[in-house]
Nanobody, 115 residues
Framework: QVQLVESGGGLVQPGGSLRLSCAAS????????IGWYRQAPGKQRELVAS???????NYADSIKGRFTISRDNANSMVYLQMNNLNPEDTAVYSC?????????WGQGTQVTDSS
């Protein structure tokens, strides 16, 4: 069982930045593909950014150029740097770690635009 714990969410002004963190409880974290997802009120969960175990990244069109996903395999950490935030980015952000046979989720962290 893999446990994922997100942190770093909060209230942010338009144009502001936040850095989300996700701590994983697995030593072999480097073999997992990772992703950040978000779910806004009344909307379906959507993929924001992902990174394979080999380091390839993929971003949703709505956040390209503003968000950056990264990972620290040595410390089993995942990050999402979010810049130039806008009201449409308000959502609960969750991290996911997936292998060929398993998928694990964190509990999520709230990001809210203060406008």
């Amino acid at each position: 069982q893999v446990q994922l714990v997100e942190s770093g969410g909060g209230l942010v002004q338009p144009g502001g930045s936040l850095r989300l963190s996700c701590a994983a409880s697995v030593i072999i974290f480097r073999f997992y593909n990772i992703g950040w997802y978000r779910q806004a009120p009344g909307k379906q969960r959507e993929l924001v950014a992902s990174m394979t175990s080999g380091g390839s990244t993929n971003y949703a069109d709505s956040i390209k150029g503003r968000f950056t996903i990264s990972r620290d395999n040595a410390n089993s950490m995942v990050y999402l740097q979010m810049n130039n935030l806008n009201p449409e980015d308000t959502a609960v952000y969750s991290c996911n770690a997936a292998s060929l046979t398993r998928s694990f989720w964190g509990q999520g962290t709230q990001v809210t635009d203060s406008s």
